[in-house]
């Protein structure tokens, strides 16, 4: 942590908002990203009220953060990485480029997942859990659910540890290294539910994507293989042998994969109630479905 006056501050943001209007950037980042690093808020920032402060608090030193945000104009670098943290649901999550930046739109994977369960109990599974940000929703949803996190990066997996203890719900989750199902074998007809974000992108269309997610974030939770399905038609054939009766089966995915899913999960024969939920766009991006009875 150190210590800038306000008055410094302010010149720093005047020049950062000058640097992104040169470079199309929405000069609101300077703005997101001083709220993320600074003990100043929306208010302070849009009124320049924090310029009249002895003392703001910053994560970094100015310098560290100047040379960063040349990076942002530069490089593309998302402004979560910079700052380290990306909000979301109610929580501050530490990032970093070897897991995937939270997006609003997988907070309604736990939104869906609050309308389908009654009562929170039992064991549910975040598979591929990166960040943690799924794993921790769980938990703090399902309070007497016992909460699994599997991930086979153990970058992820130390950042996903540090999250649940900075929450204060490393106690709810147990994390293991290892893909997918493989560090679960215990849970095998256990499992009440299922959740997951898994890589949904085919690769071949990675380079595409905005640079913000091609340049930086890691395409190990990015890319589903040639048509983009291959991770989701594995939860589809495994998922069975570890849910019980009524689980739930949860997954996010890309626009347009939604009759696919659907279609696979139908064929696989050990699946009812198949539903697909749209996103805060109204995209189709989740599908939900129960383990047959």
């Known amino acids: 942590m150190v210590i800038v006056s306000g008055e410094k501050l302010y010149w720093w943001r005047r020049q950062a908002r000058e640097a992104a209007i040169a470079s199309n950037i929405p000069?609101?980042?300077?703005?997101?990203?001083?709220?993320?690093v600074a003990s100043v808020d929306k208010l302070s920032l849009s009124m320049a009220s924090f310029r009249e402060r002895d003392q703001i608090r910053l994560s970094l030193p100015l310098s560290v953060l100047t040379q960063q945000w040349r990076r942002r104009l530069q490089e593309s670098l998302p402004v979560q990485y910079i700052a380290g943290v990306a909000p979301w649901r109610h929580f501050q999550l530490k990032v970093s480029p070897d897991v995937l930046i939270p997006r609003p739109e997988t907070e309604l994977l736990i939104d869906l997942v609050a309308k389908a369960v009654?009562?929170?109990?039992?064991?549910?599974?975040?598979?591929?859990?990166?960040?943690?940000?799924?794993?921790?929703?769980?938990?703090?949803?399902?309070?007497?659910?016992?909460?699994?996190?599997?991930?086979?990066?153990?970058?992820?997996?130390?950042?996903?540890?540090?999250?649940?203890?900075?929450?204060?719900?490393?106690?709810?989750?147990?994390?293991?290294?290892?893909?997918?199902?493989?560090?679960?074998?215990?849970?095998?007809?256990?499992?009440?539910?299922?959740v997951s974000n898994p890589p949904y992108i085919p690769t071949q269309l990675i380079s595409q994507l905005q640079p913000e997610v091609a340049q930086h974030e890691p395409h190990l939770a990015l890319s589903g293989g040639a048509d983009g399905l291959e991770h989701i038609r594995y939860l589809i054939?495994?998922?069975?042998?570890?849910?019980?009766?009524?689980?739930?089966?949860?997954?996010?995915?890309?626009?347009?994969?939604?009759?696919?899913?659907?279609?696979?999960?139908?064929?696989?024969?050990?699946y009812t109630k198949i539903n697909i939920f749209p996103d805060l766009a109204g995209i189709d991006r989740f599908v939900l479905a129960y383990r047959s009875y």
């Open 27 to 36: 000069p609101t980042e300077v703005d997101w990203l001083l709220e993320l």
């Open 118 to 194: 009654v009562p929170c109990e039992g064991n549910w599974v975040d598979m591929g859990t990166g960040s943690g940000a799924i794993a921790l929703g769980l938990a703090e949803l399902l309070t007497n659910a016992s909460i699994y996190a599997t991930d086979c990066s153990d970058a992820a997996l130390a950042i996903a540890r540090e999250n649940a203890v900075n929450l204060g719900l490393s106690s709810r989750i147990t994390f293991s290294q290892g893909s997918w199902w493989s560090p679960l074998a215990n849970l095998k007809g256990k499992v009440s539910g299922m």
């Open 237 to 270: 054939q495994t998922a069975p042998e570890y849910l019980i009766p009524g689980g739930v089966w949860l997954i996010e995915m890309m626009a347009g994969q939604g009759e696919k899913v659907s279609a696979m999960l139908e064929e696989q024969g050990s």
